[in-house]
C-alpha cells in the first residue's frame, strides 16, 4: 500500500526542448560509444581466433620442426589450453548477458514507473534515458572484453 500510494499519478510533467536535446545527444553519443567498442572487439577476437588456431597448429600440426608439439603431451597442452579459453569466454558472456538483462529490466521497470506517476511524455524522456544506460553498459562489456589498454592501442 505504500508503494502505491508513492505511485500514485501526479499532474503530468513535459519534457522540454533542451531536455529532450540533451537526452537526444546523450543517446546519440552512447550508441556510437557501443558501436564503436563493438567492432574493436569483434576485431581484436577475431585476430586472437586466428593467432590461436595458428598456434595450436604450430603445436599439433605434422611435419612441424617443434618436436613439442608433435608429442602427446604438446597436443594435450593445446586441447587444455583452447578447452581453458573456451570455457573463460563462455562464463564471461554468460556475466555479460545476465548483467545486461538486469539493466534492461531496471531501465524498463524504472521507465515504467516514471510513466506511471509523470505521464507519457516523462515516461518517453526516462526510456531513452535507459536506452543511453543500456548503450554505455555494452561499451563498458566491450572496453573490459579487450581491456582498456589494448583499446588504447
Do not use: W
Amino acid at each position: 500500500a505504500c508503494l502505491a500510494q508513492q505511485l500514485s499519478k501526479t499532474e503530468p510533467v513535459t519534457v522540454g526542448p533542451l531536455s529532450t536535446s540533451v537526452i537526444d545527444a546523450t543517446s546519440s553519443v552512447t550508441a556510437a560509444a557501443a558501436d564503436l567498442t563493438g567492432s574493436a572487439r569483434d576485431g581484436m577476437r577475431s585476430v586472437a581466433s586466428t593467432v590461436g588456431s595458428a598456434t595450436a597448429e604450430g603445436l599439433t600440426g605434422e611435419g612441424r620442426s617443434a618436436r613439442f608439439g608433435s608429442t602427446t603431451l604438446g597436443k594435450s597442452a593445446a586441447c587444455l589450453g583452447a578447452a581453458t579459453l573456451g570455457a573463460a569466454a563462455t562464463v564471461y558472456g554468460a556475466v555479460e548477458e545476465s548483467t545486461a538483462e538486469v539493466v534492461a529490466s531496471s531501465t524498463g521497470a524504472a521507465s515504467e514507473a516514471v510513466g506511471h506517476r509523470y505521464g507519457a511524455d516523462a515516461e518517453g524522456a526516462a526510456r531513452k534515458v535507459g536506452t543511453s544506460v543500456r548503450q554505455a553498459h555494452k561499451s563498458v562489456f566491450n572496453v573490459a572484453s579487450l581491456g582498456i589498454k589494448s583499446l588504447g592501442k
